[in-house]
RNA sequence: GCGAGCGUAGCCAAGUGGUUAAGGCAGUGGAUUGUGGUUCCACCAUUCGCGGGUUCGAGUCCCGUCGUUCGCCCCA
């Protein structure tokens, strides 16, 4: 028979990977949360309008790398391609705004784009991301750039960059743009065969182009920084201002343009040099027009999101997987012993010990085999005369000393006490 | 959507046209019918992703197809 195998572009996270992702789920919801921001979960997807008109209709996610399908009820439905389109359409759905003041949320879960899968790249990956609403300070800005650096470093990233830019409001990108076509036009036939295309369509994109001689031309284009409004560049000057005070390095890179439409003022991404050609952990930065333009009140925001498939990636360069080894493990033989090992487990378990208990009832010279290499700290054996007896044998695997405890007496509060002392020890 | 590489056991693999497809790890059973980490023995691919072709003969060469990896585009 043909075996089923997981679609392209997805994969089952197995067990050992797993650890990782839970050691970061948990360091992002304490930094997170010291920050007072609030977990939020929109849904998986959303009607296709919602991306089209956010993420904008230009975009390469929205004209070809969305998950789009019709619903039983003739619905045009996507899966979400990215989270802050949700996000701010809950913020105006649930009038979030009526309760003033700032909006600190967080999110994580599934994304999907079809694309070719790639290094660091799936179709269905995961993101973390935060969003803050209601605030145009560039102090918003800088408090969610120094949560991520915060939260990478945390894990124990090193090497990273942080590359920032400012894209200006909608009026300075125009006038940008302007001249940056201007001074693109007599390199035409020197650019490569996309950046042609996107002189028309989208010439900022140009600029982080990867053709040698594309990045040669762009690397003298005229810089959008001269082109920012005043209120703008003070924008600019005073998060970077913030960002040197914090002591978190950046490097200014005018290049840097996010795919997105909805950017304005703020962009940023953190890269590393280890992760292959998709080298960008975390992106984000300002769009202070996406409310509005969703139907809400006029609301300044600025958000990231980071990969967690590549920050995974990282990390496993970094560290070994935390594995579980039990406590104890339960080695037992025969109907009554097998019986009574079942209880013995539930209520250490019960006791707030990790306990495996092993099922196969093979032998014992086997079952301790098995009990070895679950690097359990000790043994507990459980034959056909400790059946008879009531009590169980308590073998300490490192040193190999046993004994014989009443089945109560392992039980009771004091021997616990102890058992736990005597665990901790062995562990170290 | 485009380009390149790769598909041999659960995993890592040798094999580059000639009888029965190395080896290692893991697994299972035994030496050891109630005591582990070492060791030793046995077992573990009627078949090399799938389909077709060339050939006396194909895991090996050719075509197609599917999968996968890396890259382009784009992005987290």
Redesign the pocket.
């Given at each position: 028979m043909r075996v089923i195998?997981?679609?392209?572009?997805t994969?089952d996270i197995l067990p050992e990977e797993v650890s990782y992702w839970q050691l970061v789920e948990t360091k992002a919801k304490e930094i997170l949360t010291r920050a007072v921001y609030q977990e939020i979960r929109p849904p998986i997807f959303e009607q296709t309008s919602l991306f089209e008109r956010g993420i904008g209709e230009g975009?390469?996610?929205v004209g070809k790398?969305m998950y789009t399908f019709k619903d039983r009820g003739d619905r045009s439905i996507t899966l979400r391609p990215?989270g802050t389109a949700g996000v701010v359409r809950s913020f105006i759905e649930n009038n979030l705004y009526a309760q003033g003041g700032v909006q600190r949320l967080w999110y994580a879960g599934p994304m999907f784009?079809y694309?070719?899968?790639?290094?660091?790249?799936?179709r269905q990956?995961h993101?973390i991301g935060v969003e803050v609403l209601g605030s145009d300070s560039p102090r918003a800005d800088v408090e969610v750039i120094a949560l991520a650096t915060d939260l990478l470093k945390t894990l124990g990233l090193k090497s990273l960059k942080l590359d920032l830019n400012s894209v200006g409001n909608q009026k300075d990108r125009e006038q940008y743009r302007e001249a940056l076509v201007n001074y693109l036009i007599p390199f035409h036939n020197e650019l490569d065969r996309?950046s042609q295309e996107?002189l028309t369509r989208n010439p900022l994109?140009i600029l982080d182009?990867?053709?040698a001689k594309t990045q040669e031309i762009a690397q003298n284009a005229p810089k959008i920084w001269d082109y920012l409004s005043n209120d703008s560049k003070k924008h600019f000057d005073r998060v970077q201002q913030l960002l040197t005070d914090l002591g978190i390095e950046y490097q200014l890179n005018h290049c840097l343009v996010?795919?997105?439409d909805y950017y304005t003022h703020t962009a940023f991404?953190i890269k590393s040099d280890d992760l292959?050609?998709?080298?960008?952990?975390?992106?984000?930065g300002r769009y202070d027009g996406l409310v509005a333009e969703l139907g809400g009140p006029e609301t300044p925001a600025v958000g990231w999101?980071?990969?967690m498939?590549?920050l995974i990636l990282l990390l496993q360069q970094l560290q070994k997987p935390p594995i579980i080894q039990p406590d104890f493990y339960l080695v037992s033989?025969g109907d009554k012993a097998e019986a009574q090992a079942l209880v013995i487990a539930q209520k250490l378990r019960t006791a707030g010990f990790t306990v495996e208990l092993d099922l196969?009832g093979?032998?014992?010279?086997?079952q301790?085999?098995?009990?070895?290499?679950s690097g359990a700290v000790a043994?507990l054996?459980l034959?056909?005369?400790?059946a008879e007896n009531e009590t169980v044998?308590l073998?300490w695997?490192?040193?190999?000393e046993?004994q014989s405890v009443n089945q109560v007496d392992l039980l009771t509060q004091i021997n616990l006490l102890e058992l736990k002392n005597k665990i901790a020890l062995h562990k170290q």
């Open positions: 195998q997981a679609l392209r572009g994969r975009t390469d996610i790398e990215e784009r694309e070719r899968p790639q290094a660091g790249r799936q990956f993101q996309d996107r994109r182009s990867k053709e996010r795919g997105l991404e292959g050609a998709q080298a960008t952990v975390c992106g984000g999101a980071i990969g498939e590549r033989r196969s093979s032998a014992f010279g086997k301790f085999k098995r009990a070895d290499r043994c054996v034959g056909e005369s400790e044998n073998k695997l490192i040193s190999g046993q």
